[in-house]
T-cell receptor, first 116, second 111 residues
Framework: KQEVTQIPAALSVPEGENLVLNCSFT??????LQWFRQDPGKGLTSLLL?????REQTSGRLNASLDKSSGRSTLYIAASQPGDSATYLC???????????????FGGGTRVLVKP | DGGITQSPKYLFRKEGQNVTLSCEQN?????MYWYRQDPGQGLRLIYY???????QKGDIAEGYSVSREKKESFPLTVTSAQKNPTAFYLC??????????FGEGSRLTVL
């Protein structure tokens, strides 16, 4: 059974510092991995989707890497801003069949606070 | 604008009542999902549907029911059999196995 872990559970950094968020998973047979952002009381916003054949994906200040063999993904946020304060979650989609629903397994998230 | 609409945003339920949460998407996605989020527990899958008129139980389906009569709609009913229904409920959709998109969520509180 796939397990996804995000450590640390909470992180506080001064504005301008680069953020490094970790996601580890136990089964390397994945189809893709997705990073989300969640603001308090809101739904999840998709940030980046990395296919299993990719090593990284970039969008603006965000860069996500994927190392399937070691079961890790890292989300980098450059030059953090107070507006980046949120909870960041990663989710892994296994190489399951269509009948199994192509379901995602979520990590517990990392709560980030960027201090002005 | 394309997206997923959940309603109501806030809902209060008395003991013994059934309530239905609405989820509508105009993304033309085949698959739709319902998740429950509790503090410290992460997201847990309640039900999912990959095609109209078909749905499967997720990890915590007991006390919940769904229907998928239209591609755009996937309502969730929280029945009186659900012993601890107070939670934040999230609906999502995708063109599997692609990117998953979420609605804004519905917060259910039992009085």
């Amino acid at each position: 059974k796939q397990e996804v872990t995000q450590i640390p559970a909470a992180l506080s950094v001064p504005e301008g510092e680069n953020l490094v968020l970790n996601c580890s998973f136990t089964d390397s047979a994945i189809y893709n991995l997705q990073w989300f952002r969640q603001d308090p009381g809101k739904g999840l916003t998709s940030l980046l989707l990395i296919q299993s054949s990719q090593r990284e994906q970039t969008s603006g200040r965000l860069n996500a890497s994927l190392d399937k063999s070691s079961g890790r993904s890292t989300l980098y946020i450059a030059a953090s801003q107070p507006g980046d304060s949120a909870t960041y979650l990663c989710a892994v989609r296994g190489q399951s069949s269509y009948a199994a629903g192509n379901k995602l397994t979520f990590g517990g998230g990392t709560r980030v606070l960027v201090k002005p | 604008d394309g997206g997923i609409t959940q309603s109501p945003k806030y809902l209060f339920r008395k003991e013994g009542q059934n309530v239905t949460l609405s989820c509508e998407q105009n993304l033309n996605h085949d698959a739709m999902y319902w998740y429950r989020q509790d503090p410290g527990q992460g997201l847990r899958l309640i039900y999912y549907s990959q095609i109209v008129n078909d749905f499967q139980k997720g990890d915590i389906a007991e006390g919940y029911s769904v229907s998928r009569e239209k591609k755009e709609s996937f309502p969730l009913t929280v029945t009186s059999a659900q012993k601890n229904p107070t939670a934040f409920y999230l609906c999502a959709s995708s063109l599997p196995p692609g990117e998953l998109f979420f609605g804004e969520g519905s917060r259910l509180t039992v009085l």
